[in-house]
């Protein structure tokens, strides 16, 4: 699986964790965090590194808009460490990487 697609995932989990548990959105995200979603898939589909890419937040380049990184940012510190009972694969994995 490629670097980015495998960030596309992990990043949607993470948001759809936040929606199910701050805004009771089951089935589908909320209107708010599908709108995060698509910027964050977007942004990953343009980011230079290409398969090379680091963690966003070691990166030198911010590519987010800083309304949309403060958000992203958000959701991650809430769902972060959540990640290890609900997708602990994907916690472990995201770990190593940011040690890389």
């Known amino acids: 699986m490629s670097s980015i697609r495998y960030e596309k995932e ?13 805004h ?3 089935k589908e995200l909320c209107p708010e965090c599908a709108k995060v979603s698509n910027y964050a898939s977007a942004r990953l589909d343009n ?3 290409g398969d090379e890419k680091t963690a966003c937040s070691e990166c030198k380049i911010h590519c987010y808009k800083p309304e949309m990184r403060q958000r992203i940012k958000e959701i991650m ?21 940011d040690k890389k």
């Not at 992990?10 to 701050?22: A, G």
């Not at 994907?90 to 770990?95: A, I, L, R, S």
Request: charged share 30%; hydrophobic share 40%; proline share 5%.
């Open 10 to 22: 992990t990043v949607e989990k993470m948001i759809r964790l936040y929606c199910r548990k701050k």
């Open 24 to 26: 009771k959105f089951v």
């Open 77 to 97: 510190r809430y769902s972060g460490l959540r990640m290890l009972l609900y997708h602990p694969f994907d916690f472990v994995q995201h770990m190593l990487k």
């Open 47 to 49: 980011c230079p590194f």
